[in-house]
């Protein structure tokens, strides 16, 4: 396909400029002009007030989706214990639902894991369909898929959330594959248009450089992946449920892969997540021994350390303490960026913190454009001192 | 062992700047290169080829251009490479995309593995594999890190978790998806490079109807997720600088934090900020 400008059309209102992804148009005596770099991606295309700028490409008639009810989530269980960003799913299934006067329903997949069914319950699921079977014991692609599968087709759902972890992520799409639907990957918002009454995504792309908004208009269920971390899960005490047994048949030729073995290493990426408090450093630490300061401070403050990737990459911590775009998205109360820039891909993982404190020894570094309260300042000094004012605090009055 | 490498040509996104007035990303001067993550796929596919003998046949869909990423991969040493590239093919979302992908792949006669790179760095979705996999009804295994075995019958893989990491083991065909820093990818070789660009290199270049598709079912017209709206993200918040010597720049952080509600999270800023009002009220 191509996409070029009506020029008789077009008022030169920039739109079209301001939405291309990719810096394909151009303005030329007042009017767009579409440069030969242009993907066609026709983002443009829809940002146009005037129906200026054209394509090739037939417009598709939207079909009528309105017998797709609920909003579901797939509550996603490793050994017995629900993610945490199932149950942060769910809090905005259920606000979505609310919206579109819908009820939400979680999906449980697994081995013996009905107990789970209270916990999902309670955290805003009004309905949790239950898909047990020896197969689906350990999470593989092929059995999750034909389970999941089987449900929707049931019981055609209008939107279903996923949490993009390793799992989400292997299952998610193949599953949208196979129900021939449209998926968003990792998004960090979801509303719903106030006029259409779709499902709209926005979730980062380019590295986090843009941020795209995403519309699943030919087919449902609406499906998205959802980055963990990003929304609250909420408890809805008293709220009741109905729990739904679906029988899935599988037979073990229908799975072409075995799990032999499954290793744990340190689970330290889930306390981040969860953490109140989190200081974190960067490059400007200076060394290991600079990050040694950050745990007395994390110590004092009952919080956890983290780091951004060069202070991973210098060896000062960990990987799986990496916040950002390719480490863990935090949402603690204080996050105390010591010694970081700020670039995209750190802010990506930190943006949701309540309140953040900057402390950094150049004042253009765009961490203080994303800071409540910035000091300037050579981390060496700052952080010892912070320390030792909160230690006295601790001592007199909380006697510890 | 036959292996199928899936590339994709991306713009170098870790150097991506934006047009202070326009907001848009700045194309000129950045640089197409071969998606990172598929160099890492390649590097093994060259690995399992270096021990059990095959073909690697290279495939990437994109606009003309993107032929330099498949010259690259000879270069590292690759043997065919085959370019779909059609305007028809273009703004396709992953739907579309592993379709047509898939409809490739089904005509390239046996393979037994094919490999990819988990992400892309400009779209970011991680859902090409998966997708192309299930199109072609085969297993997959994604967040691959290593290559343990290959069998002609089975491949077992280290397979990354958040909290950990899983050996798999999957029948033939399969498809995985590498995870970037898997392994140290080589680097491309000049004599190699040089063979890419000979009129009788083995590069074909096939286009919708080579590979049997409706153009309605490709492309930006066989999507079914539309990007509707882009924007350079913004950041609310106001951050107020504080000025002073050392001890007192801390002492005023530690009172706008207990001030806030972010002083129920933590005791000893909460601890401290009361401490200074009473020292203050005893006029210490
Ligand atoms: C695809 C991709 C994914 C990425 N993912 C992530 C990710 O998940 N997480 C992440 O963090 N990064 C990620 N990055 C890297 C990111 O782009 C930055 O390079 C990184 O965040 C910078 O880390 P930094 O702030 O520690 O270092 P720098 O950018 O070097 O900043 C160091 C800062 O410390 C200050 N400083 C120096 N000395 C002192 C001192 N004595 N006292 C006070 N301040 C001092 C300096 O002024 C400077 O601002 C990614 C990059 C790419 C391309
Ligand atoms: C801003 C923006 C946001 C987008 N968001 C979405 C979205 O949420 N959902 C959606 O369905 N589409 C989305 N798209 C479209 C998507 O980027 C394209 O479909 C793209 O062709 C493939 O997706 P990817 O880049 O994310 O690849 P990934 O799935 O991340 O790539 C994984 C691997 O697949 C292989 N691969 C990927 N593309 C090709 C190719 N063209 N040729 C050969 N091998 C390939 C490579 O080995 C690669 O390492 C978006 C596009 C833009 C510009
Ligand atoms: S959005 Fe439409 S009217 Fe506005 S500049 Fe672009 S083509 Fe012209
Ligand atoms: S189709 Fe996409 S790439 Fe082309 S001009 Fe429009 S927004 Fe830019």
Redesign the pocket.
Known sequence: MTVWVETDLCDGCRRCLKAC?YGAIDMKAKKAVVLDHCTS?GACIQVCKNEAMLTDVVPREIPDFTDRQGVWVFAEQRKGQLTRVSLELLGKARSLGEELGQQTAALLVGNGVSGLGETLISHGADKVFLMEHALLDVYRSEPYTIAMETVIRDHRPNILLVGATHIGRDLAPRLAHRLGV????DCTELTIDPGEKILL?T?P??GGN?M?T?ANRYSRPQMATVRPGVMKAEEFPGHKGELVNIEISLTSEMVRTEVLDSIKEEKRAVELSSAKVIIAGGRGVGNAQGFEVLRELAAVMDGEVAGTRVAVEEGWISSDHQVGQTGVTVRPEIYIACGISGAIQHRAGMMNSRYVVAINNDPRAPIFQVADWGIVGDVTEIVPELIEQLKQGRENVIGL | MDIVV???QVPNTTDVKLDKNTGNLIREGLESIM?P??RN?LEFALQIKAEYGGTITM????PPQAVDVLSEAMGMGADKGLLLSDMAFAG??????SYT?GKAIEKIERFDLII?????I????????PQVADFLDIPQITYVTDIETVSNKEVIVKRRLEDGHERVASQLPALL?ILGGANNPRYPNIGGLLAACEENAPLAAWNAADIGVMVNDVGLAGSL?H?IK?YVPKFKRQGETLEGTTAEVVRQLIQHLGKSEGASACKAVAATCRLMADTKQEGI
Not at chain 2, 92 to 97: H, I, L, P, V
């Open positions: 992804p991606c449209g998926l968003t990957a995504q979730r792309a380019f843009v795209a995403i | 899936l590339v994709k998606n993550d598929d796929a495939v990437s869909m994109g396709a979302d992953t739907w579309a995309t992908l990819c790179g988990r992400q892309a400009d779209g970011d979705t991680a859902q090409i594999g998806t997720t990007v882009t």
